[in-house]
């Protein structure tokens, strides 16, 4: 499959307008004074399905022309992305989702139409993939090393630097590489001097060996509350990372923590660990952001907060109803 360009960005925006939200721009006072920087976060929180990914699932569903089922495997944002996408597309879509699945994504899926599969052992989840689209004679849809879905994913980058063309730096987290791979076509087909960084967990650090070894280097027992970013990048995501990238940005799960915390106690915003992710370079003041205008995707906000509420309801008084 050829590589996507800024031009498959374009297009993949027209198909999408509508469709997709257009997603704001927010500021924080205290993050730019934490920070030292001018920072804008670009909230795909409030997307469809919650996170970036609709747009990448919907760019990709509407470029397969037939009516075969789709089948995609994710446990997560990917997975509700597809479901919605088939569901607009008049498309069925068959989900592997192996375990440990989260119950909230699981829900959502099955809420927009999706078929459920899961795979009796996590680890024969692909194989467990490819024999279901042999099956079905399905359409196979990756979740980031597909060309359809980076050139969808970069449409988020193209309408933040629509809403703010003097960005000088992006952010973005990095698993298999789709979001950062559109990003980088998107923001170097506006201004090829806009630096793009990738911000990875330390504990699931294989893109930045990948991108130095110039090879795929497997992502081996990833250790990290960042879920979505357990993966390795792909055969298409690895060489336009490799061109465009600036750099990369190194994040302990403490660093991960407390980056949630800020945003959602300064900002009011619930977002994903792999979201804060790329807020965390800015709250330990990286020397190469201090004093510039950045930009920060924050990929999602689907975060499982039912040990919060149960907490809260077991500290109340049950309601009686009376008043």
Known sequence: MALPTFHDVERAAARLKGVARETPVQTSRQLDGYSH???FLKCENFQRV???KFRGAYNAVTQ??????VVALSSGNHAQGIALACRLSGKVAHLVMPEPVNPIKRAAVQEYGGIVHVPADPRDA???SRDLVRELQGEWIEAFNDADVIAGQGTAALELLGHVPDLEILLGPIGGGGLLSGTCLAAH?????VRVFACEPAGALDALYSIRENRIVPQERPQTIAEGLRTSVGTLTLPVLRDHLAGFFVVEEEEIVAAMR???ER???VIEPASAVAVAPLLRREPALRGKRVGVIISGGNVDLSQYFDGLSSACPPFSGER
């Open 64 to 69: 397969r022309s037939s009516s075969q089922p």
């Open 37 to 39: 920087a001018s920072v």
């Open 50 to 52: 919650g996170a970036f």
């Open 189 to 193: 087909g506006i201004n090829p001097r």
């Open 267 to 269: 900002m009011k915003l």
């Open 126 to 128: 692909e194989l467990f």
């Open 262 to 264: 800020f945003v959602y």
